[in-house]
């Protein structure tokens, strides 16, 4: 009979909803405004992705970023709203910064790049998840609290007030997107952590890579039961 | 204008009075900051702080309506004083002369007045002449009744407290004002007079221009480099249209239209020809006129075809006239070339109801107006209107070729740069056609009343151009040419009286001419005189040598001269008064020399030719001499004396005649004129200079528009607070007339009038806007419904000047 | 009172790298016209903006992304209590250190030739940065979306485009009062102090002259009658220290590090993928690299 | 592969220069304004003057085939040395709203409205002036007053011309002439107002 093998269950699904629906509003945004990297060609007329920024086009583009915006804004409530206790055990399992997590940041460029020297052990969520969910957030705050400004108050503000929101905002784009990139690598294409993807598609990772990875985490949820575990074939990629 | 634009760098006092020059000639501001810059004092007398005030040293805020009793004082203060130039005014003006012995001034009225005829017998305003005819004059100014002491009695009420009384202005300011202007009544100095329509929309509007004149001509300021009354002409080509006279008293040249009492033509030469002047060549330009129009027609034995042209009888027959006639019944078919009557006339809201009895009409425009589409507009009811009406494109501006006139008497060719839009034509190519068509309907008729319109020279088709007409020939017409010949004359010196030349308007002649077989447009040349200061401007040196007016550019007229009168700027003997010289008579050779052309002929000292005198230089005038005594030229008095408006706040504080007697109001279901009970403020109307008259020619501009867009009321502080009005409310502005709705602007620029012990605010309004022509966003309310059709007698302009409102905030 | 230094009409000259155009507006000849608005849209065809405000002869209440000059009028009584109507003719000041060029993204804004600032409308993506960065209130973008060229900001070029061709600026040909000279800036400051000294002596105690040295040195200079303030122009104008932190620090630092981050991920992927095939290679299963054990 | 440090450096080094350049080096900005020619450069220049008020700028149009490009102030004229005022600097919208877009506002074709109509109709010129023709005499033939009290008068009350300030001497010259030959004695401009 093939070889089996099992999984644990690591994310529910409305933590996936709201995982794929902040993502993506947030590639949106992140496109919509790079505006100034697309500027149109200076030597020849308007073509190319340049003209798609010229004329009312580029007045679409602005609106397609507000209508993201809310996206994103609407994105944590979404999951807020399906299933509140597990917010906040997700929370406070994100928000307790333990020295393990500081070893591991210490450690993580070393051991990622040259699979030496070991990582400290792990809880559910590791150094890396941690720092990626503060910058997310922080970056979310600069982003709405200066977005709405810029927006809806633009002439009523003081123009220095605006300037500082431009700023904000401008920072919290190079934060954010260097921290999302940085995720989408280590998720996607790094060797080590790219089985780990699964978990925000099925919600379910190999039991193998998590009792690894996250050994106090899987410890304890089989010790307390509440550890739901499947069996697949051990071809499958994870994926349903 | 007298003088030129380029002559008022030479001025020592600029004054402003009845006029806007930033405003409605911003380009003319350009000389009077010259002026200003080379040390001139500019003074600006006018109810508002206007952006021509924002340029003067002083800024004098006076009563709308009291023009001469401003005037009138400084003529006063000048004579007492001994403030003016005595030689000046002996020898060049009619100061000396003694008036009629039966002339008497009393409370208001001349002698001679007809209250049931109500006009004037101006018999006793004339000279006491001696056995030899010649006026008699007494040069010591000293005889009772010489005109000089007239005058000093009539204006010795006009004291400064007086006219503080009259018009507003502090005594104090008053005084500071007069002391700076009459200080030029001095050789060398010179004071130069600006007005505008300020002066002539009254109902004694040429007697506001007299006033200055006399004060003019006591301070010595008449044909002196820097001095003169300069009109400042309101449209492009108004002094064209006036020159050739689309006037109905008068023919091209100031010939002046023949009336019922001239039997023929030479009644006709005898009673208007003003003896002992330049104007005894009369005949010749009027037979080469009537050469010029009718021809082979125009013969002595058909009395040069004088009979052809219309005489009038002793009505008027002026613009508020027709509009009276239509509502009369006696006019069935109107002509409206390029003019918005029913937006740019006082008490518009007749004129689309007074229009409703027109059988036909024609408008020429180069866009919409209200007068065209008068059927449907102002509340009338197309179903009730029976008028026909045909409105043809005028071509535009830049689409045709031909010249204006501009104010200072300067005629300037303009070329056609692109072709005429869509299916417009010239204004003068509709004449053209419909010239040849009348003629054709005629053709056969045998009625000697049609002898007019058979006999009429009209051949003006363009030989390339079926869609205009031929500009130049109709130029070389104006000019003047040899009948036998037609080679063009080379000015009116050689207009003869005996039928061999034609000309159509005599003052222009010279302005094409024949130089070695070329025809020459001398409206076309345009050879400047190269800048002589590090700015970019030509100075007026006092070598005499610098051509600063400019002769190598256009044609003025008469024979190019830019500055009328200039021999008054040289004493009797010849030596120019001023430190800059104009004219000069060079003993050696006996000649007037000059940097612009003399306006003398070639005299010795004593000799008399053609009505000119060595030692006189108003060579148009009786003898030579400046007119401070009006005599019986004008119909409403020899002297210029203070009446209140035909509406007015207040009673006239000099005489018990309230008005001008002289002045017209009219009868009709539309013609209403208010009191001060109701209508307790003063109103005003003026132009912008974003916007041209009733703003056909300018909101339908996008870029005129939109730097004007918004009309308004001008009211001050004290008067907003009183009546709770705020900057930019919705107001309404009431007159007897009609009322309209408009926007406040509140400002400190118009400021409540202190009379006595009374206080009068004035109020003000831009004429420009009307609700159907223009941009959209830029219509409103035609502002002249609320201006009175009260008419000046000389010249039947209305009094839009100075008439009586009221104003109160849109609540609801 | 001519057109003084632009008189002898300025000619750009290849030869000299640093010449330095300016254009001075006398106010006190000033008559408060507007030829200068509509001479500008003839030249640029801008379109007309119908936008005047009631209660006042100013037909804009301010610059608009096709009106690129204006005449402010400032109606007031002054402690003589004489009353004084004040024009400014406002525009784009051509700063030595622009707001604008600091904060547009794109770089449509740039430090031209002769110290114009230029904008080049193709780069321009509309998303009025410069409005907010610029302390004259002197550019703008129009947010009509309907219109395709609405999109752009607009601003007066200085008629940049003129004078390379030795032309002289539509406003300054057409001004009736010649009161709004173009030429070499020195040569202007230089005739503005005299002005100001001629004005001061006529009784203007108050007039100055402004622009010499606001922010780098203006391009636009003014003889004032009354205090920059009285005409709602800053005494001092500065960049936002938030618009210089974003140009010169944030906006740079982000690309370089995004840049090379992306790069280092590059490199890491490569050492990365070695070292988990040796891993595997000697036993490191996928799962087990990570050698700590629980 | 053991990458070692140097190669690991010389890896950073080459790919750090390639994606800067991608990323933020601009070239000089190349302005369209820096070529030789402008809008006006080889137009037609026609001397005209501005037809608002009575000062006489004199005005350049530059057209290039029958193109009106731009208006501006003659620079020759001595009254106004290449200065224009608001109205004057304007004209070019006379025809042009924008270039090579005429004023919509223009009226480029002969009315007519019938009595009692609510509307205008389209009619030809030449129509137009047969008509305009035949109604000039009628009206004269029925009102035209030949003598009074043994007096050759001439006078026709029944026909008013308003003429214009705003149109050329020669074209006010013609209306005069036409108008008095038709005994026209209501003969109006705008100097009267």
């Known amino acids: 009979m093939a070889a089996r093998k099992q999984q644990i269950r690591k994310f529910t699904r409305p933590q996936i909803l709201f995982h794929w629906v902040y993502a993506s509003a947030w590639l949106v945004l992140v496109l919509t405004g790079m505006t100034f990297l697309w500027r149109p060609d200076p030597h020849s007329p308007a073509v190319g992705l340049g003209a798609f920024l010229q004329g009312s086009v580029g007045q679409w583009l602005r609106l397609v970023h507000r209508v993201a915006a809310v996206a994103l804004m609407a994105a944590p409530f979404l999951w807020?709203?399906?299933?509140?206790?597990?917010?906040?055990?997700?929370?406070?399992?994100?928000?307790?910064?333990?020295?393990?997590?500081?070893?591991?940041?210490?450690?993580?460029?070393?051991?990622?790049?040259?699979?030496?020297?070991?990582?400290?052990?792990?809880?559910?969520?590791?150094?890396?998840?941690?720092?990626?969910?503060?910058?997310?957030?922080?970056?979310?705050?600069?982003?709405?609290?200066?977005?709405?400004?810029?927006?809806?108050?633009?002439?009523?503000?003081?123009?220095?007030?605006?300037?500082?929101?431009?700023?904000?905002?401008?920072?919290?784009?190079?934060?954010?997107?260097?921290?999302?990139?940085?995720?989408?690598?280590?998720?996607?294409?790094?060797?080590?952590?790219?089985?780990?993807?699964?978990?925000?598609?099925?919600?379910?990772?190999?039991?193998?890579?998590?009792?690894?990875?996250h050994a106090e985490w899987v410890e304890q949820q089989l010790r307390s039961g509440q550890a739901e575990v499947r069996e697949v074939p051990a071809a499958s990629g994870g994926s349903d | 204008m007298t003088t030129s634009f380029w002559d008022l760098q030479n001025s020592d006092v600029i004054v402003f009075m009845g006029s806007n020059a930033a405003e409605n000639h911003p380009i003319s501001m350009k000389w009077f900051l010259r002026g200003k810059e080379k040390g001139a004092k500019v003074i600006v007398i006018d109810p508002r702080y206007t952006r021509t005030a924002a340029k003067a040293d002083i800024w004098v805020p006076f009563r709308s309506g009291t023009d001469i009793a401003v005037l009138g004082g400084l003529i006063n203060y000048a004579i007492q004083n001994g403030k003016f130039h005595r030689e000046y005014v002996v020898k060049y003006t009619n100061a000396p002369l003694l008036v009629h012995p039966d002339f008497q001034f009393h409370d208001g009225l001349f002698s001679g007045w007809d209250p049931e005829k109500k006009a004037y017998d101006r018999s006793t305003w004339g000279f006491q002449t001696g056995p030899?005819?010649?006026?008699?004059?007494?040069?010591?100014?000293?005889?009772?009744?010489?005109?000089?002491?007239?005058?000093?009695?009539?204006?010795?009420?006009?004291?400064?407290?007086?006219?503080?009384?009259?018009?507003?202005?502090?005594?104090?300011?008053?005084?500071?004002?007069?002391?700076?202007?009459?200080?030029?009544?001095?050789?060398?100095?010179?004071?130069?007079?600006?007005?505008?329509?300020?002066?002539?929309?009254?109902?004694?509007?040429?007697?506001?221009?007299?006033?200055?004149?006399?004060?003019?001509?006591?301070?010595?300021?008449?044909?002196?480099?820097?001095?003169?009354?300069?009109?400042?002409?309101?449209?492009?080509?108004?002094?064209?249209?006036?020159?050739?006279?689309?006037?109905?008293?008068?023919?091209?040249?100031?010939?002046?239209?023949?009336?019922?009492?001239?039997?023929?033509?030479?009644?006709?030469?005898?009673?208007?020809?003003?003896?002992?002047?330049?104007?005894?060549?009369?005949?010749?330009?009027?037979?080469?006129?009537?050469?010029?129009?009718?021809?082979?027609?125009?013969?002595?034995?058909?009395?040069?075809?004088?009979?052809?042209?219309?005489?009038?009888?002793?009505?008027?027959?002026?613009?508020?006239?027709?509009?009276?006639?239509?509502?009369?019944?006696?006019?069935?078919?109107?002509?409206?070339?390029?003019?918005?009557?029913?937006?740019?006339?006082?008490?518009a809201g007749k004129i689309p109801q007074v229009m409703k009895n027109l059988e036909w009409l024609v408008v020429v425009d180069i866009f919409a107006t209200e007068t065209a589409d008068f059927w449907h507009l102002f509340?009338?009811?197309?179903?009730?209107?029976?008028?026909?009406?045909?409105?043809?494109?005028?071509?535009?501006?830049?689409?045709?070729?031909?010249?204006?006139?501009?104010?200072?008497?300067?005629i300037q060719w303009k070329h056609k740069a692109i072709e005429p839009l869509g299916e417009s034509r010239t204004d003068g190519w509709y004449a053209v056609q419909l010239g040849k068509r009348l003629k054709a309907l005629y053709a056969n008729s045998t009625a000697k009343k049609d002898e007019p319109i058979r006999y009429l020279v009209w051949d003006y088709d363009d030989p390339e151009n079926p869609n205009d007409f031929d500009h130049l020939k109709v130029l070389k017409e104006i000019n003047g040419y040899e009948v036998a010949t037609g080679k063009p004359v080379s000015g009116f010196g050689q207009l003869k009286d005996d039928g061999s030349t034609a000309c159509g308007c005599w003052?222009?002649?010279?302005?094409?001419?024949?130089?070695?077989?070329?025809?020459?447009?001398?409206?076309?040349?345009?050879?400047?005189?190269?800048?002589?200061?590090?700015?970019?401007?030509?100075?007026?040196?006092?070598?005499?040598?610098?051509?600063?007016?400019?002769?190598?550019?256009?044609?003025?007229?008469?024979?190019?001269?830019?500055?009328?009168?200039?021999?008054?700027?040289?004493?009797?003997?010849?030596?120019?008064?001023?430190?800059?010289?104009?004219?000069?008579?060079?003993?050696?050779?006996?000649?007037?020399?000059?940097?612009?052309?003399?306006?003398?002929?070639?005299?010795?000292?004593?000799?008399?030719?053609?009505?000119?005198?060595?030692?006189?230089p108003f060579i148009m005038k009786a003898g030579g001499l400046g007119g401070i005594w009006g005599g019986t030229s004008l119909v409403d008095g020899p002297v210029p004396v203070h009446y209140e408006p035909v509406e007015s706040p207040v009673q006239n504080l000099l005489y018990r005649q309230q008005n001008i007697p002289t002045a017209r109001t009219y009868q009709s279901p539309y013609d209403h004129y208010g009191t001060p009970d109701k209508y307790p403020l003063v109103v005003t109307t003026y132009r912008l200079t974003e916007h041209l008259t009733s703003g056909v020619m300018t909101r339908n501009l996008p870029w005129l528009a939109e730097a004007f867009a918004v009309p308004f009321v001008e009211i001050s502080q004290e008067l907003a607070r009183e009546k709770g009005i705020r900057n930019g409310d919705l107001v309404e502005v009431e007159t007897a007339r009609g009322r309209i709705r408009v926007r406040a602007l509140v400002t400190a620029r118009l400021k409540p009038l202190r009379l006595g012990d009374r206080v009068v605010h004035e109020i003000g309004l831009p004429i420009h806007w009307a609700p159907f022509s223009g941009v959209a966003g830029v219509q409103a309310d035609i502002t002249n419904t609320l201006t009175p059709q009260a008419v000046d007698a000389n010249v039947q302009i209305q009094e839009s000047k100075a008439f009586l409102g009221n104003i109160r905030k849109v609540t609801a | 009172m001519g057109r003084a230094a632009t008189w002898e009409t300025w000619k750009p000259d290849p030869g000299n790298p640093n010449q330095h155009v300016a254009m001075l507006v006398d106010t006190s000849e000033c008559i408060g016209c507007k030829a200068c608005e509509v001479a500008c849209k003839q030249w640029n065809l801008n379109e007309?903006?119908?936008?005047?405000?009631?209660?006042?002869?100013?037909?804009?209440?301010?610059?608009?992304?096709?009106?690129?000059?204006?005449?402010?009028?400032?109606?007031?009584?002054?402690?003589?209590?004489?009353?004084?109507?004040?024009?400014?003719?406002?525009?784009?000041?051509?700063?030595?250190?622009?707001?604008?060029?600091?904060?547009?993204?794109?770089?449509?804004?740039?430090?031209?030739?002769?110290?114009?600032?230029?904008?080049?409308?193709?780069?321009?993506?509309?998303?009025?940065?410069?409005?907010?960065?610029?302390?004259?209130?002197?550019?703008?973008?129009?947010r009509n979306p309907f219109n395709p060229r609405a999109q752009k900001a607009g601003k007066c070029t200085l008629c940049y485009d003129r004078i390379t061709m030795g032309m002289q600026p539509a406003c300054v040909k057409t001004c009736p009062?010649?009161?709004?000279?173009?030429?070499?800036?020195?040569?202007?400051?230089?005739?503005?102090?005299?002005?100001?000294?001629?004005?001061?002596?006529?009784?203007?105690?108050?007039?100055?002259l402004y622009g010499v040295d606001q922010l780098g040195g203006l391009h636009e200079l003014y003889v004032l009658l009354e205090p920059p303030e009285v005409y709602g122009l800053p005494a001092n104008p500065k960049i936002s220290t938030w618009t210089k932190l974003w140009k010169y620090a944030v906006q740079p630092l982000g690309k370089l590090a995004v840049g090379a981050g992306i790069f280092g991920l590059a490199v890491n992927w490569v050492a990365a993928r070695r070292a988990f095939l040796q891993g595997e290679a000697a036993g490191h299963g996928a799962g087990d690299h990570a050698a700590g054990q629980p | 592969m053991n990458l070692s440090r140097r190669q690991f450096l010389q890896l950073a080094g080459v790919s750090a220069a390639a994606t800067a350049a991608t990323l933020f080096l601009d070239e000089e900005p190349a302005l369209a304004s820096d070529l030789q020619e402008i809008r006006i450069s080889k137009a037609r220049e026609v001397p005209s003057v501005c037809p608002h008020c009575s000062v006489g700028c004199g005005l350049i149009a530059y057209v290039k085939d029958d193109q009106l490009l731009q208006v501006e102030g003659n620079p020759d004229s001595p009254i106004n040395e290449g200065s224009l005022c608001p109205k004057g600097a304007a004209t070019f919208q006379f025809a042009y709203e924008a270039?090579?877009?005429?004023?919509?506002?223009?009226?480029?074709?002969?009315?007519?409205?019938?009595?009692?109509?609510?509307?205008?109709?389209?009619?030809?010129?030449?129509?137009?002036?047969?008509?305009?023709?035949?109604?000039?005499?009628?009206?004269?033939?029925?009102?035209?007053?030949?003598?009074?009290?043994?007096?050759?008068?001439?006078?026709?009350?029944?026909?008013?011309?308003?003429?214009?300030?705003?149109?050329?001497?020669?074209?006010?010259?013609?209306?005069?002439?036409?108008?008095?030959?038709?005994?026209?004695?209501?003969?109006?401009?705008?100097a009267r107002i």
Request: charged share 25%; aromatic share 12%; with cysteine.
């Open chain 4, 99 to 190: 270039l090579g877009k005429p004023n919509p506002r223009r009226e480029l074709k002969a009315k007519y409205r019938a009595p009692y109509s609510d509307r205008w109709e389209e009619i030809s010129i030449d129509e137009a002036l047969d008509r305009i023709a035949q109604r000039v005499k009628e009206t004269r033939d029925r009102y035209f007053i030949e003598e009074k009290n043994g007096v050759t008068v001439n006078r026709l009350e029944a026909i008013a011309h308003i003429g214009s300030a705003v149109i050329d001497n020669e074209e006010n010259y013609l209306l005069t002439k036409l108008m008095r030959s038709l005994g026209v004695v209501f003969l109006e401009h705008h």
């Open chain 3, 177 to 208: 009062t010649d009161c709004i000279k173009f030429g070499d800036r020195d040569a202007l400051i230089e005739w503005g102090r005299q002005r100001v000294e001629e004005l001061k002596a006529r009784g203007f105690k108050n007039a100055n």
């Open chain 2, 132 to 347: 030899d005819g010649q006026p008699l004059r007494d040069e010591t100014l000293e005889h009772p009744q010489t005109v000089f002491q007239h005058i000093k009695r009539i204006y010795s009420e006009y004291t400064p407290e007086r006219v503080s009384q009259i018009t507003g202005i502090p005594v104090e300011t008053f005084l500071k004002l007069a002391e700076i202007i009459t200080d030029t009544g001095q050789p060398g100095k010179a004071a130069a007079f600006v007005y505008a329509m300020g002066w002539t929309q009254h109902t004694k509007g040429v007697q506001n221009i007299r006033a200055a004149t006399i004060l003019q001509l006591l301070l010595g300021n008449i044909g002196v480099p820097g001095g003169g009354i300069a009109a400042l002409r309101g449209h492009a080509n108004v002094q064209g249209a006036t020159d050739l006279a689309v006037l109905w008293h008068d023919l091209p040249g100031y010939l002046g239209i023949p009336n019922e009492s001239h039997k023929d033509l030479a009644t006709y030469l005898e009673k208007t020809t003003t003896k002992d002047s330049f104007w005894e060549n009369k005949p010749k330009f009027m037979i080469s006129l009537l050469k010029a129009w009718y021809g082979e027609a125009a013969r002595p034995d058909n009395d040069w075809a004088f009979h052809y042209i219309p005489k009038v009888d002793s009505r008027w027959f002026s613009h508020y006239d027709i509009f009276q006639s239509i509502y009369e019944g006696t006019v069935k078919g109107l002509f409206v070339f390029g003019q918005n009557p029913a937006v740019g006339s006082a008490n």
């Open chain 1, 80 to 213: 807020l709203a399906l299933e509140p206790r597990r917010v906040l055990a997700e929370l406070r399992e994100l928000m307790v910064i333990r020295g393990n997590d500081i070893k591991y940041l210490l450690v993580a460029p070393l051991h990622y790049t040259f699979g030496r020297p070991p990582l400290p052990p792990q809880g559910k969520y590791n150094g890396g998840h941690k720092l990626n969910f503060w910058i997310v957030v922080l970056t979310f705050l600069g982003f709405v609290v200066s977005g709405i400004t810029m927006w809806f108050f633009r002439g009523v503000v003081p123009a220095e007030t605006f300037r500082l929101m431009l700023l904000i905002h401008n920072f919290c784009f190079w934060l954010g997107l260097g921290m999302g990139i940085l995720h989408i690598y280590l998720t996607v294409f790094h060797p080590f952590t790219r089985q780990a993807l699964s978990a925000m598609i099925s919600g379910f990772v190999d039991l193998k890579y998590a009792t690894a990875e």
């Open chain 3, 48 to 142: 007309a903006r119908i936008n005047q405000e009631p209660g006042t002869y100013q037909s804009h209440p301010h610059l608009d992304a096709e009106t690129w000059t204006l005449i402010r009028f400032v109606e007031r009584t002054n402690d003589q209590g004489e009353v004084e109507w004040l024009f400014q003719k406002h525009n784009c000041m051509h700063c030595t250190e622009a707001g604008c060029v600091t904060a547009c993204p794109t770089d449509a804004l740039q430090y031209g030739k002769y110290g114009v600032v230029t904008l080049d409308q193709e780069k321009c993506i509309g998303c009025a940065y410069c409005e907010q960065a610029c302390p004259f209130d002197a550019i703008h973008v129009d």
């Open chain 2, 507 to 616: 003052i222009y002649s010279g302005i094409l001419v024949e130089e070695n077989g070329q025809l020459v447009n001398k409206a076309d040349s345009r050879k400047p005189t190269p800048p002589n200061r590090p700015d970019g401007w030509v100075e007026a040196r006092a070598d005499g040598t610098t051509d600063y007016l400019h002769h190598g550019w256009g044609f003025c007229w008469p024979a190019n001269r830019r500055v009328l009168y200039n021999r008054a700027s040289a004493d009797p003997e010849g030596k120019p008064w001023g430190k800059v010289p104009l004219v000069w008579f060079d003993h050696a050779t006996g000649q007037w020399k000059g940097v612009d052309v003399p306006d003398m002929l070639p005299v010795k000292p004593g000799e008399v030719r053609m009505g000119v005198r060595f030692d006189t």
């Open chain 2, 379 to 410: 509340g009338n009811d197309p179903k009730e209107v029976p008028t026909e009406v045909f409105f043809l494109p005028a071509a535009g501006p830049l689409e045709k070729e031909g010249s204006f006139t501009n104010s200072h008497r300067l």
